[in-house]
């Protein structure tokens, strides 16, 4: 998905707004994110890794554990961008404290967003609490 198709979208929504008793009275912009952080780029990109292959050979089965995914995705798969690029927002983002801000924050500013929802996929618990770590500290300053 790239910023590009979004931003038409958001203004049109915007354009459009009608307000409720129950909200605002503003339209807000709260964009989803899958995202993966680690303390260094290359971890942080393999955890994205189990997401890919439980797309990549199906839905209806556990989350593949980093061994798992590793033997069942190819080298292509594998290496797949997981940082915004050209502007194409990926499935999966991933990064370190300042390379997650460096991506994101162009992008929230860009499209005006109010609020970001996080999911990650990620097996082992420990990682999945320092990613969550990392991405609130990455989070903060923005």
């Not at 404290?97 to 970001?116: A, Y």
Request: proline share 6%; glycine share 8%; no cysteine.
């Amino acid at each position: 998905m790239s910023a590009a198709v979004i931003r038409p979208a958001l203004q049109g929504y915007r354009d459009g707004f009608i307000p409720t008793p129950f909200g605002s009275g503003e339209p807000r912009i709260i964009l989803g994110l899958n995202l993966v952080a680690a303390d260094d780029d290359a971890l942080a990109h393999e955890l994205t890794w189990s997401a890919r292959a439980l797309r990549a050979y199906g839905k209806d089965r556990p989350m593949p554990t980093l061994t798992q995914a590793w033997s069942e995705l190819g080298t292509e798969e594998k290496n797949r961008t997981s940082r915004i690029e050209g502007g194409i927002i990926p499935g999966q983002m991933s990064g370190t404290v300042e390379s997650l801000r460096q991506q994101i924050t162009p992008l929230v500013h860009e499209l005006g967003v109010d609020e970001i929802v996080l999911q990650d996929m990620i097996v082992d618990v420990e990682l999945r609490q320092r990613s969550r770590v990392l991405i609130a500290e990455a989070l903060s300053e923005i």
